[in-house]
């Protein structure tokens, strides 16, 4: 694999300070997502976001980053891949994160492969034929970034991806477009062998790819970082930036 399955570390953080300014919304009539739309004159007309969120799923913080993407002239929808059973932030030590992912929440709303793709794929079309999407980038924080990487096939152009879980060696090779990831000093989930196994396989694909790390944060720092953290805030609010720069420079 080019990163490890999902741990605790993917499930525990901080809630960032902000009010949201998007809106709730279904997607083929089955699924929430929450919309942020940029302002009329900022607005990257044709040019939008499918975010796919970490195991948290829709929440304050990730509201509050797809608010950040819109302001940046990128309509962006954020995606309820978990078909209402995403995990509460914080949960205690003994929680079982396989469980869930195999099973779900009611042991009958399971999270692997087969039921979140034709989720993904009906945000992106809802993208396309909703809201005129031509161009599409795709963000994944942890557990999204397997299906940012998986979906390239089905119309995402431009990638950007951070402290990625369980994407697979083949799936990574299978890419077509652009990919920037942000990646953490500590993290069991994306460690070093991995990431440096991930750069060998880009440079192979032939895309252009972009690693970058950040020291002192580990792994969810991209979303459930400490702010009250100097090193935490600033890798944070860097790698959003990293995103944007980079659907600047090859999704425009």
């Known amino acids: 694999m080019a990163s490890n399955p999902p741990a605790r570390c993917c499930t525990v953080g901080f809630r960032h300070e902000g009010t949201p300014t998007g809106e709730m919304v279904r997607v083929a009539g089955k699924y929430d997502a929450y919309l942020a ?4 004159d900022k607005e990257h007309k044709g040019a939008g976001i499918l975010y796919i969120p970490d195991v948290i799923g829709i929440w304050q913080n990730s509201k509050l980053l797809a608010d950040h993407f819109a ?10 891949v978990f078909n209402g059973d995403p995990i509460p932030l914080n949960r205690p030590e003994g929680f079982n994160l396989m469980d869930w992912l195999n ?32 161009k599409i980038g795709a963000v994944g924080y942890c557990f999204g970034a397997k299906y940012v990487i998986r979906h390239y096939k089905n119309g995402i ?23 920037a990831i942000s990646a953490a000093e500590t993290d069991q989930i994306f460690p070093a062998e991995k990431r440096h196994r991930s750069e060998e396989i880009l440079k192979e694909v032939g895309q252009p790819y972009q ?15 400490d702010p009250s953290i100097k090193a ?18 090859y999704l425009l």
């Open 71 to 80: 302001a940046n002239g990128y309509l962006t929808l954020v995606l309820d």
């Open 37 to 40: 739309k940029p302002p009329a």
């Open 211 to 225: 690693i970058t790390l950040f020291s002192a944060v580990e792994h969810g720092f991209a979303v459930r970082c």
């Open 103 to 134: 099973k779900g929440s009611d042991g009958n709303n399971p999270h692997t492969k087969e039921f979140v793709d034709p989720i993904v794929v009906d945000g992106l079309k809802a993208l396309k034929e909703d809201y005129g999407i031509s």
């Open 232 to 249: 935490q805030k600033f890798a944070k609010e860097q790698a959003f930036q990293q995103a944007v720069t980079w659907f600047n420079e």
């Open 157 to 179: 152009n431009v990638g950007y991806i951070a402290h990625p879980s369980f994407v697979d060696e083949d799936e990574l090779q299978a890419i077509t477009g652009p990919l």
